[in-house]
Protein backbone atom coordinates (compact mmCIF):
# COMPACT_ATOMS: atom_id res chain seq x y z
CA UNK A 1 0.00 0.00 0.00
CA UNK A 2 0.83 3.41 -0.71
CA UNK A 3 1.87 5.75 2.02
CA UNK A 4 2.28 9.27 1.81
CA UNK A 5 3.77 12.46 4.27
CA UNK A 6 4.07 15.52 3.16
CA UNK A 7 6.17 18.41 4.52
CA UNK A 8 7.26 22.41 4.40
CA UNK A 9 4.64 23.54 5.96
CA UNK A 10 5.20 26.99 8.05
CA UNK A 11 4.62 30.39 8.77
CA UNK A 12 5.65 33.05 6.04
CA UNK A 13 4.48 36.57 5.23
CA UNK A 14 2.26 37.80 2.45
CA UNK A 15 4.34 37.67 -1.14
CA UNK A 16 6.78 35.14 -0.09
CA UNK A 17 6.87 31.51 -1.32
CA UNK A 18 6.82 28.05 0.34
CA UNK A 19 7.40 24.64 -1.54
CA UNK A 20 5.86 21.83 0.02
CA UNK A 21 7.16 18.04 -0.36
CA UNK A 22 5.11 14.76 -0.61
CA UNK A 23 6.87 11.63 0.06
CA UNK A 24 5.79 8.10 -1.29
CA UNK A 25 6.25 4.83 0.05
CA UNK A 26 5.98 1.40 -1.91
CA UNK A 27 5.34 3.32 -5.92
CA UNK A 28 6.48 5.95 -7.96
CA UNK A 29 4.58 8.90 -8.79
CA UNK A 30 4.88 7.85 -12.64
CA UNK A 31 2.02 5.05 -12.00
CA UNK A 32 -0.80 7.68 -10.71
CA UNK A 33 -2.30 11.17 -11.69
CA UNK A 34 -0.76 13.31 -7.97
CA UNK A 35 -3.35 16.03 -6.56
CA UNK A 36 -2.76 18.42 -4.01
CA UNK A 37 -5.98 19.62 -2.20
CA UNK A 38 -6.35 22.14 0.76
CA UNK A 39 -8.58 23.10 4.10
CA UNK A 40 -9.09 26.18 5.39
CA UNK A 41 -10.78 26.46 9.03
CA UNK A 42 -14.53 26.09 8.63
CA UNK A 43 -14.39 25.57 4.75
CA UNK A 44 -14.49 22.27 2.84
CA UNK A 45 -11.46 20.91 1.08
CA UNK A 46 -10.92 21.94 -1.92
CA UNK A 47 -8.62 21.21 -5.25
CA UNK A 48 -5.31 22.94 -5.64
CA UNK A 49 -3.97 20.84 -8.87
CA UNK A 50 -3.01 17.73 -10.20
CA UNK A 51 -0.50 15.86 -12.46
CA UNK A 52 -0.17 12.61 -13.92
CA UNK A 53 2.90 12.26 -15.85
CA UNK A 54 1.99 9.07 -17.40
CA UNK A 55 -0.69 10.77 -19.42
CA UNK A 56 0.69 14.44 -19.65
CA UNK A 57 -1.89 16.38 -18.13
CA UNK A 58 -2.08 19.01 -15.74
CA UNK A 59 -4.75 21.06 -14.75
CA UNK A 60 -4.96 24.00 -11.36
CA UNK A 61 -7.46 25.47 -9.61
CA UNK A 62 -7.97 29.46 -10.67
CA UNK A 63 -6.65 30.89 -7.80
CA UNK A 64 -3.24 28.56 -8.44
CA UNK A 65 -2.66 29.41 -12.28
CA UNK A 66 0.35 31.51 -12.56
CA UNK A 67 1.57 31.14 -8.63
CA UNK A 68 1.57 27.22 -7.68
CA UNK A 69 3.28 24.45 -9.59
CA UNK A 70 3.72 20.91 -9.29
CA UNK A 71 6.66 19.05 -9.83
CA UNK A 72 8.48 15.64 -8.90
CA UNK A 73 12.09 14.13 -8.42
CA UNK A 74 10.81 10.35 -9.69
CA UNK A 75 14.03 9.17 -8.23
CA UNK A 76 13.53 9.89 -4.45
CA UNK A 77 9.56 9.71 -4.94
CA UNK A 78 8.92 12.86 -4.37
CA UNK A 79 6.44 15.49 -5.58
CA UNK A 80 6.87 19.24 -4.90
CA UNK A 81 4.03 22.31 -4.38
CA UNK A 82 5.86 25.35 -5.15
CA UNK A 83 3.84 28.05 -3.92
CA UNK A 84 4.62 31.78 -4.69
CA UNK A 85 3.40 34.96 -4.16
CA UNK A 86 0.98 33.80 -1.27
CA UNK A 87 -1.69 35.63 0.71
CA UNK A 88 -3.88 35.47 3.53
CA UNK A 89 -6.23 33.51 1.48
CA UNK A 90 -4.04 30.62 0.97
CA UNK A 91 -3.72 29.64 4.52
CA UNK A 92 -4.69 26.17 5.25
CA UNK A 93 -3.69 22.56 5.61
CA UNK A 94 -2.49 21.46 2.44
CA UNK A 95 -2.69 17.80 1.54
CA UNK A 96 -1.17 15.78 -1.22
CA UNK A 97 -3.00 12.14 -2.63
CA UNK A 98 -2.81 10.14 -5.72
CA UNK A 99 -5.18 7.67 -7.40
CA UNK A 100 -6.87 7.32 -11.23
CA UNK A 101 -8.76 10.14 -12.12
CA UNK A 102 -9.05 11.12 -15.84
CA UNK A 103 -8.21 14.68 -16.57
CA UNK A 104 -12.24 15.48 -16.14
CA UNK A 105 -12.04 14.12 -12.83
CA UNK A 106 -9.25 15.83 -11.38
CA UNK A 107 -11.29 17.41 -8.86
CA UNK A 108 -12.89 14.69 -7.43
CA UNK A 109 -11.69 13.52 -4.20
CA UNK A 110 -13.33 10.09 -4.07
CA UNK A 111 -11.14 9.32 -7.15
CA UNK A 112 -7.86 9.36 -4.99
CA UNK A 113 -6.89 6.05 -3.41
CA UNK A 114 -4.58 7.20 -0.77
CA UNK A 115 -4.23 10.64 0.90
CA UNK A 116 -1.26 11.88 3.31
CA UNK A 117 -1.54 13.62 6.39
CA UNK A 118 -1.51 17.28 5.80
CA UNK A 119 0.88 20.32 6.71
CA UNK A 120 -0.14 23.58 7.64
CA UNK A 121 0.46 26.24 5.92
CA UNK A 122 -0.12 30.00 7.36
CA UNK A 123 0.69 33.28 5.59
CA UNK A 124 0.11 36.76 7.58
CA UNK A 125 -0.62 39.56 6.64
Known amino acids: QVQLVESGGGLVQTGNSLRLSCVAS????????VGWFRQAPGKDREFVGA????????NYADFAKGRFTISRDNAANTVYLQMNSLNPEDTATYYC??????????????????WGQGTQVTVSS
Open 26 to 33: GRTFGNYA
Open 97 to 114: AVGNPPLSGAQTQGLYYY
Open 51 to 58: RRWSTGWT
